[in-house]
Structures are given as C-alpha cells and as structure tokens.
Nanobody, 124 residues
Framework: QVHVEESGGGLVQPGGSLTLSCTAS????????MSWYRQTPGAQRELIAS???????TYADSVQGRFTISKDRAKDTLYLQMIALKSEDTAVYYC??????????????????WGQGTQVTVSS
C-alpha cells in the first residue's frame, strides 16, 4: 500500500499565498497522474489541478491563473502553489496519486491513493 501525505495547510488572509506539499512512500515521479482536490463540508470533492507523467497541467476554472501544480525532482515532492487566495478557497485539500500497472494477463491495473487532507482557511 502506498502512503500519500500532504502538508502546508493553514490560515492565510485573503489575497495571500500558500504552498501545499505532497510526498509519497514511493517517488512522485512513478505515478501516472497526481492531482489536488479540495472539499468543503456538505460538498463533493472537487478536482482543482492535475499533472500527468508527460508534464501536462490542467486546472479547474475556479483556480486557473492563481494555482500552480508542480513537482520537484530533487525533493521528490508535488506542490500546489496558491496565490491571490479568496475566502471561497477555504477547504480541506487532498493529494491524489494514480498508478497504472500491467497485470499478468497484460490488463491495466489502476490504483488510486489519497492523502489524509490538509485544512486551508482563508480569512481575515
């Protein structure tokens, strides 16, 4: 079982910045896709940023231009850099990793891994 862990959440004022980090029990470069999700009470978990193995980044409209997803090879870490934070960005943020393996019958086996979440609160 792969362990994924986020860190870096906290309280920040509107307009401020925060960077979340995500590490795993295996290299973050071994996953096919890594993403950041967020969730508020009573709402579904929302995909906000993804980075695939080819380096393609995708973002939800709500964070486009303000959030940046990236990986650091030296630190073997996934990041979510957040700027111009708004109160509506307040949520628990989750790191997600997807691993696709080839089975003995050449079928694709997909494994999904989640972190435990880190709280981000944007408030004055």
């Amino acid at each position: 079982q792969v362990h994924v862990e986020e860190s870096g959440g906290g309280l920040v004022q509107p307009g401020g910045s925060l960077t979340l980090s995500c590490t795993a029990s295996k290299s973050v470069f071994s996953f096919n896709i890594m993403s950041w999700y967020r969730q508020t009470p009573g709402a579904q978990r929302e995909l906000i940023a993804s980075l695939n193995a080819g380096g393609i980044e995708t973002y939800a409209d709500s964070v486009q231009g303000r959030f940046t997803i990236s990986k650091d090879r030296a630190k073997d870490t996934l990041y979510l850099q957040m700027i111009a934070l708004k109160s509506e960005d307040t949520a628990v943020y989750y790191c997600y990793a997807r691993e696709d393996l080839i089975g003995v019958d050449l079928e694709t086996l997909t494994y999904d891994y989640w972190g435990q979440g880190t709280q981000v609160t944007v408030s004055s």
